[in-house]
């Protein structure tokens, strides 16, 4: 397995992203707000893991983030482009705090492109749940019992509503549980995923 660095204009703005190019299944990391791209390859166990599953693994900065040039580009909007810059198609998405937000809300515009979404604690979606009730993409929502930024009850709301979505909390850990507990979080990541490949 081996990563590649890529510096590459992208809605007319050079994007950061890392690629591990081998596989036959495409997922994509984006980053919450404290991070980026590069801090994904911390999770060793969970890169090596989804390269045994045969994915291709994607994480790019944000724009304003690490080594993507700021662009005033919505990141709904982002997204969109870098999928169609990256040619992709039926992927995972897996978006940590902001960008679980932006998961969820991309997926409701263009569900016939998302496989799946992992959302980790995602934030700044308060006031918007109710509109995610016609979100039918399979859905891994994760929180940390302990999470101070993001409050855990936004989970119970969201698997309230959410008509194909699965919430587990991880209790004694916080806001960014991935980092914290990746054995533990590695258990739920990967049965989620392996339950997608067998249907």
């Known amino acids: 397995m081996y990563f590649v660095e890529k510096e590459e204009e992208i809605a007319g703005k050079k994007v950061f992203y890392i690629k591990q190019p081998v596989g036959e299944k495409d997922?994509?990391?984006?980053?919450?707000?404290?991070?980026?791209?590069?801090?994904?390859l911390k999770l060793n166990d969970t890169l090596i893991g989804l390269y045994n599953l045969k994915y291709r693994i994607y994480a790019f900065d944000f724009p304003g983030f690490g080594k993507s040039?700021?662009?005033?580009?919505?990141?709904?909007?982002?997204?969109?482009?870098?999928?169609?810059y990256k040619k992709l198609d039926n992927f995972v998405l897996f978006g940590a705090s902001m960008s679980g937000g932006f998961a969820l809300?991309?997926?409701?515009?263009h569900p016939e492109k998302v496989r799946?979404?992992?959302a980790a604690a995602p934030?700044?979606?308060?006031?918007?749940?109710?509109?995610f009730k016609n979100l039918n993409?399979?859905?891994?929502?994760?929180?940390?019992?302990?999470?101070?930024?993001?409050?855990?009850?936004?989970?119970?709301?969201?698997?309230?509503?959410?008509?194909?979505?699965r919430l587990h909390t991880f209790r004694g850990l916080s806001h960014?549980?991935?980092?914290?507990?990746?054995?533990?979080?590695?258990?739920?990541?990967?049965d989620f995923l392996k339950n997608l490949d067998e249907k």
Do not use: C, R
């Not at 005033?72 to 870098?82: D, K, S, Y």
């Not at 934030?123 to 509109?131: D, L, P, S």
């Open 116 to 118: 799946a979404i992992i």
């Open 27 to 40: 997922i994509i990391f984006m980053h919450g707000k404290s991070y980026t791209a590069s801090d994904f």
């Open 69 to 84: 040039q700021p662009n005033n580009i919505e990141p709904v909007n982002f997204i969109e482009a870098f999928v169609d």
């Open 137 to 165: 993409v399979p859905t891994l929502l994760l929180w940390g019992a302990n999470d101070n930024k993001v409050d855990p009850k936004i989970g119970n709301k969201l698997k309230e509503i959410m008509p194909n979505a």
């Open 176 to 190: 960014p549980f991935y980092f914290e507990n990746e054995d533990l979080f590695d258990q739920y990541f990967f």
């Open 123 to 131: 934030a700044w979606i308060e006031n918007e749940i109710e509109q």
């Open 105 to 109: 809300k991309y997926a409701l515009l």
